[in-house]
């Protein structure tokens, strides 16, 4: 049981798999495999044996770790979308930006809030121009098929004809539809 972290788990002549706070890896008896850290991210987890004792083989070699092609995480899938997000406000790209906002979503502004059409309509026309967004922090915790992620930033737009910049702390959340992020 991954307790804490994201980590790699491999068997013998399959794909790595990226592993999470909270997943459990069931290996079984006479299944050869290896388990540990990714290159960003400490793991740490809890092991139960049988009363078969482990047979350990050979260590995988710094060359082996270093010529994975594991797949992104679904946290670095989400902080990549995100920042492609902010880079489709700043470009007023609406189009993009439909297919990622679920038609019911919420947006929640200091001035209010309001509904996916508004949103898009107000970034199209520049009623607010999100012109840049510097990410400080962020972070994100994946709960089943939603995902929250947390960004300190300070965003550079024009509103109402003037430019302004102001830090934030803003909130994002995705749910997996069909196999799709949506927020």
Partial sequence: MITNGIGYYQEKGKEVQVIHAGDVVKCLPNVEHWHGATPNSPVTYLAISGKT??????????????????????????????????????????????????????????????????????????????KKATVHEASVEVLGDTAVLLSNITLLAEVGGKEVSNPFVVTEVYKKIGGVGNC
């Avoid at 979308?81 to 919420?106: N, R, V």
């Avoid at 502004?109 to 309001?114: F, N, P, R, T």
């Fill in 53 to 130: 004792p482990t047979v350990w083989t050979n260590e995988l070699t710094q060359a082996e770790y270093d010529a994975i092609k594991a797949p992104n995480s679904v946290n670095e899938e989400l902080l990549k979308l995100s920042k492609d997000k902010w880079q489709w406000m700043a470009d007023k790209d609406t189009e993009k930006l439909g297919q990622l906002f679920h038609k019911d979503a919420q947006y929640v502004h200091m001035g209010g809030s309001w509904g996916t059409e508004r949103e898009l309509d107000i970034i199209k026309s520049g009623g607010i121009w999100y």
